[in-house]
């Protein structure tokens, strides 16, 4: 089956995902010290690690924000439910019959139904809960001076905070795998290297 190269990630998306990744691998693992798993730096030095990773993170986000809506490359993450049962079918059954993929990307449909639906899961609840924990985290201190802490409970904001990171840490690794399902192991980071991605020029059906 022949394939076609078609330029799909833009230089400024290749630069968010990576940041972002190392980012977020940064903040899991001083994350994951400063509660007390292990140690690997000392709990200052990963707090202080953890809080700036967080700031640069939040900064990345604002500009990509501005740049998705400026370019209309947020549409790339709205979800949709057509042929979302075929992706799972995929990924549960058809990827161990080597089944060809049901779903072809393109300029305007780089995500896959699962994926839009999955990217969806991690912005409206993941994120908001990461963010909102660690922030009330981070300002505790000024709980009195806000009137907030008659209502807030430092341990649930802390146990928000926790779940909220054993959840992206599955996310990562689920996606890190994912990744590997490509026509090569590697086909999909090469693609995220160099923006080119190879797609079948006429893909079975599934």
């Known amino acids: 089956m022949s394939a076609e190269r078609i330029y799909i990630y833009k230089r400024y998306e290749r630069f968010w995902h990576w940041s972002q990744a190392l980012l977020i691998i940064g903040m899991m693992i001083t994350g994951f010290e400063v509660?007390?798993?292990?140690?690997?730096?000392?709990?200052?030095?990963?707090?202080?690690?953890?809080?700036?990773?967080?700031?640069?993170?939040?900064?990345?986000?604002?500009?990509?924000?501005?740049?998705?809506?400026?370019?209309?490359?947020?549409?790339?993450?709205?979800?949709?439910?057509?042929?979302?049962?075929?992706?799972?079918?995929?990924?549960?059954?058809?990827?161990?019959?080597?089944?060809?993929?049901?779903?072809?990307?393109?300029?305007?449909?780089?995500?896959?139904?699962?994926?839009?639906?999955?990217?969806?899961?991690?912005?409206a609840f993941i994120s908001p809960l990461i963010w909102i924990s660690g922030l009330f985290y981070l300002f505790y201190g000024n709980w009195p001076a806000l009137g907030i802490d008659q209502y807030l409970s430092l341990e649930w904001v802390a146990i928000a905070?926790?779940?909220?990171?054993?959840?992206?840490?599955?996310?990562?690794?689920?996606?890190?795998?994912?990744?590997?399902?490509?026509?090569?192991?590697?086909?999909?980071?090469k693609a995220m290297i160099t923006g080119w991605e190879e797609v079948d020029e006429h893909p079975k059906k599934h």
């Open 35 to 123: 509660h007390g798993s292990y140690a690997l730096i000392g709990f200052q030095k990963a707090v202080q690690l953890h809080t700036l990773a967080a700031w640069t993170l939040l900064t990345l986000w604002a500009f990509t924000i501005f740049w998705q809506f400026t370019t209309g490359e947020w549409r790339q993450y709205l979800p949709s439910l057509k042929n979302v049962l075929a992706m799972v079918n995929y990924y549960v059954i058809g990827i161990f019959r080597d089944a060809p993929h049901p779903f072809r990307k393109t300029v305007v449909q780089k995500h896959n139904p699962l994926q839009r639906l999955a990217y969806l899961a991690l912005l």
């Open 161 to 189: 905070h926790t779940a909220g990171a054993f959840m992206i840490t599955a996310f990562f690794f689920i996606h890190v795998y994912l990744t590997t399902t490509g026509h090569t192991v590697f086909a999909h980071i």
